[in-house]
């Protein structure tokens, strides 16, 4: 007998849920080691927990979900490549001219500020 696509389906997702519990429980031991072994050498302890991180990740990238995960992070690498980043002339031009404008928008608004108090009392009679 073929078993149907849900029930394939659903062995699928009992399997992506085991490899996900078993990805968290190692996430979880790991950081109370980290701290029930705290007089060990710090170095120590933080090799400890990025090794049993990256078993976790490991474990998490072979379900369904890690691998959209991964697709989308190489999808994403491959795009960042293909960005024509600015020249260093280009980026030193860019910062003065944002520079300049908030400067400039600075000074505006503060001029502004100072005709309007001026305008405010002279409407309510506080000064000339």
């Given at each position: 007998m073929n078993p149907s696509k849900s029930e394939a389906e659903t062995e699928t997702g009992r399997y992506d849920t085991l490899l996900w519990s078993v990805a968290v429980v190692i996430v979880v031991a790991a950081m109370v080691a980290f701290y029930?072994?705290?007089?060990?050498?710090?170095?120590?302890?933080?090799?400890?927990?990025?090794?049993?991180?990256?078993?976790?990740?490991?474990?998490?990238?072979?379900?369904?979900?890690?691998?959209?995960?991964?697709g989308y992070l190489?999808?994403?690498?491959?795009?960042?490549?293909?960005?024509?980043?600015?020249?260093?002339?280009?980026?030193?031009?860019t910062t003065l001219a944002v520079f300049l404008m908030v400067t400039v928008m600075g000074i505006f608004l503060w001029l502004l500020d100072m005709l309007l108090l001026w305008g405010v009392r002279v409407l309510t009679g506080q000064g000339a």
């Open positions: 029930w072994f705290a007089e060990a050498l710090l170095a120590v302890r933080v090799v400890g927990l990025l090794a049993a991180v990256a078993v976790a990740v490991a474990i998490a990238a072979r379900t369904r979900l890690g691998a959209e995960v991964l190489r999808d994403s690498r491959v795009e960042l490549r293909k960005v024509v980043w600015p020249t260093r002339q280009e980026t030193l031009q």
